[in-house]
Each structure stands twice: as C-alpha cells, then as structure tokens.
C-alpha cells in the first residue's frame, strides 16, 4: 500500500493539446496556493478521432509519468481522455494512493441542477459520443433528462490550429448548433475543454438563454473539494507555480498554450510517453 501523500506534492493534469489549459486557467484562480504540472500530449492530438483501445494505452503511460514524478491529485482535463480511459487512469492512481478527477461527471451535475426544460444538449467530439459517457452521467443525476448529442469532428482541431475565425468558421458552428436548436435545448455541455475558446461564438448561435456548461468550472470545484476531504488543501498564502510538459514541440505549444491559458508559460519540457506493460 502506498504511504501518505505529502500535500506540498503539486497537482498532475493532462489534455490532449491546449484545450484543458482552460481547466487549468480555472483552478488556477480557484486553487491558486496550489502548484500545478500540466500535459499537452501534442504529439496525439487530437483525441477525438483516434482508435479508443490504442487512446487508452496512451493514457495510461500519460498517467504512469505523471504520477511516477509525484503528484497528490490527477486531473483529467480532457473530455475524450474521461469518456475512453477513465477507469484507466483511476487504476494508475491507485497504485500511487492518488485520486482522481475526471472532467465529465462534474458537468453533467451541474447541466442537470441548472436545465428548466429538461432537454440537455452535448457537443463533442467523435469519441466522446460514442463513449455514451455524457448519457450515462446524465442518467444518474436522478431527474428524467432528454439528452441531445452532436459530434463535433473538426472543431477542436480549427480551435488548436488557431484558425481565423471567418464566415467558413461560423457556418461549421451553426451547422453543429442545428440540431440543438432544433431540439429547443435549454443547456448545453461543452464537451471538449477547446470548446469554451469559442463560447461567444455558440451563444450567439444558440441564443442567449441557452446555458452553457463548461469544464473548467466544474472540474476547479471537484478538485478543491477532493482536495480538502483528503487534507491534501495546500494553507500556504502565496502563489503556487504551474509548469508543462508537452509530447510534441515544445516552442509551438508555448506559443498556442499562452493564448489559451492568458498567461506566460515560461519553459516547456518535451517528453516521451512510456508504453505500459
């Protein structure tokens, strides 16, 4: 069995690019006596499309590096990572002694206490669709809910790319919105951690009475709960440090990773994923 965790250790994070930086930027500001180490695994993105039983071998060697450097908590901050592997990574972190918090549930909680009708809407990618992970998360929340989902296949790569957002941009957005207008949701989970770069976008489209439920939020409160029900809260009342570590280069994920995260990133280690068994 595993000893103590010492709660000077910092949080571990990982996202298949940027995108979970948004989680990031969240916790950062809700947590911000924590030190924090994040994952870009750039060399893999994106998740969304790739072969789910390859995706979770990766994201178990993601979870084996992380946590074999120390860590006292393990975030996942990428929706297709949850939905694909999180039993995965939960068996990683308990061979360490360490929790872990996934950034689907934690949505699906707050979409179901927040929806007056009812009708939920998730946009995501390919994978995560398919995974049913939203659906099930849904179900359990104990209200009867109609859930609408939508695949999203090029959005978080237009995101990543730093593609301009043009008219070609907004037409792929409304054609995705389609079907959750026509479905008169009045929520929708942003079920991709690239998404929220584009909220104002999808508000517009969808109107401003839909809510929109992103993971950053969410998934700041789950680790500060976590984090307190273990004692592992850090009391210290200056600033934490956050650092990278990314698997493809790392000039290019400094230079997307700040516009993402609006702050500086400083130095970037690149780093191999080490294959599990």
């Known amino acids: 069995m595993p000893g103590p965790l010492d709660p000077s250790l910092p949080v571990a994070m990982f996202d298949s690019g940027v995108g979970g930086l948004t989680v990031l930027h969240e916790c ?16 893999w993105f994106p998740y969304g499309t790739r072969d789910p039983r390859l995706l979770r071998a990766r994201i178990e060697g993601i979870a084996s590096l992380l946590l074999a450097r120390g860590a006292k908590l393990l975030v996942i901050a990428c929706n297709t990572a949850t939905s694909i592997g999180e039993d995965v990574a939960r068996a990683v972190a308990a061979e360490h002694g360490v929790e872990v918090v996934p950034v689907v549930a934690p949505q699906a909680e707050i979409a179901a206490a927040i929806t007056d009708s009812g009708r939920v809407g998730v946009l995501a990618t390919p994978n995560t669709v398919e995974s049913g992970a ?116 790392s000039a290019a994920f400094r230079e997307v990773g700040t516009r993402f995260l609006q702050m500086p990133l400083g130095e970037v280690e690149q780093v191999e994923i080490p294959a599990r068994h």
Do not use: K, W
Request: some cysteine.
């Open 134 to 249: 939203y659906r099930h998360a849904l179900e359990a929340q104990g209200r009867p809910l109609e859930v609408i989902e939508v695949e999203a296949p090029d959005l978080a790569p237009f995101i990543q790319n730093g593609s301009l957002f043009d008219e070609s941009a907004v037409t792929m957005a409304r054609a995705y919105c389609a079907p959750l207008r026509a479905a008169e949701v009045d929520t929708l989970i942003l079920g991709c951690t690239h998404y929220p770069l584009v909220a104002p976008m999808l508000q517009r489209i969808l109107g401003r009475d839909v809510r929109l439920v992103s993971g950053g939020h969410a998934v700041a409160a789950a680790a500060q709960r976590t984090l307190e029900g273990a004692g592992l809260a850090r009391e210290r009342r200056e600033e934490g440090d956050y650092r990278f570590l990314c698997t493809g280069e």
């Open 28 to 43: 950062l500001v809700s947590l911000p006596e924590e030190d924090f180490v994040y994952l870009g695994d750039t060399d």
